[in-house]
């Protein structure tokens, strides 16, 4: 019964930032390769982000450039770092494992980047 809670979203304007936390309820981080992923208003779910055990990342092509992915280990965390925000990365934002347990899927993190 893991319990994925993320942290961080908020509205915020076109060209911010925001940084969003994933701190499962058990230590799983350290054991599995992690990811983000995001779900905008009408659309399916959606990849943003992984990193593996050995720390290797790889993005979403609309994302690229933009966020950064990293994990904390000894804290059991998953970061997403979120710059120059545009309006087309409002939805709500989960973190799971990668490739996604089905089990695993949380309330998310709601991001709303408007003016």
């Known amino acids: 019964q893991v319990q994925l809670v993320e942290s961080g979203g908020g509205l915020v304007q076109p060209g911010g930032s925001l940084r969003l936390s994933c701190v499962p309820s058990?230590?799983?981080?350290?054991?599995?390769?992690m990811a983000w992923y995001r779900q905008g208003p009408g659309k399916q779910r959606e990849f943003v982000a992984f990193i593996t055990r050995g720390e290797k990342t790889g993005y979403a092509d609309g994302v690229k450039g933009r966020f950064t992915i990293s994990r904390e280990n000894a804290k059991n965390t998953v970061n997403l770092q979120m710059n120059s925000l545009k309006a087309e990365d409002t939805a709500i934002y989960y973190c799971?494992?990668?490739?996604?347990?089905?089990?695993?899927w949380g309330q998310g993190t709601q991001v709303t980047v408007s003016s």
């Open positions: 799971n494992t990668f490739p996604a347990t089905r089990a695993y």
């Open positions: 058990a230590r799983i981080v350290s054991d599995n390769d």
